[in-house]
């Protein structure tokens, strides 16, 4: 199993109401394509509600491969909702690990 977390701030312009609708969007684009890629566990974006933490929105997933992995990165929709990811974030954070 692979798990793959990613951890970004949105960019500072934004006001809390679009950070709370950035989130819901984010949130919406990159659950569904758990039942798209094939050896996807599970993927969870989750919004930081707590003010001791330093990060704005979490994604965290399991894959049952480093491949399912790669197929999920590569996947046209993970692609599509990376262009927008990045028009509202910024120091983005990424960990991969085998467990």
């Known amino acids: ?17 679009e950070r709370d609708i950035a989130g819901k969007r984010i949130k919406t684009l990159l659950e569904p394509i758990k039942e798209l890629v094939p050896g996807a566990v599970d993927i969870q974006v989750i919004l930081n509600g707590q003010p001791t933490g330093n990060r704005d929105i979490a994604l965290l997933s399991t894959f049952e491969t480093t491949e399912a992995l790669a197929v999920y990165q590569s996947h046209p929709d993970h692609v ?11 120091d983005r954070a990424c960990m991969d690990f085998e467990f």
């Open 1 to 17: 199993m692979v798990k793959h977390i990613v951890l970004w701030n949105f960019v500072e312009e934004m006001t809390a109401a």
């Open 80 to 90: 599509a909702a990376g262009k927008y990811i990045r028009s509202v974030t910024c």
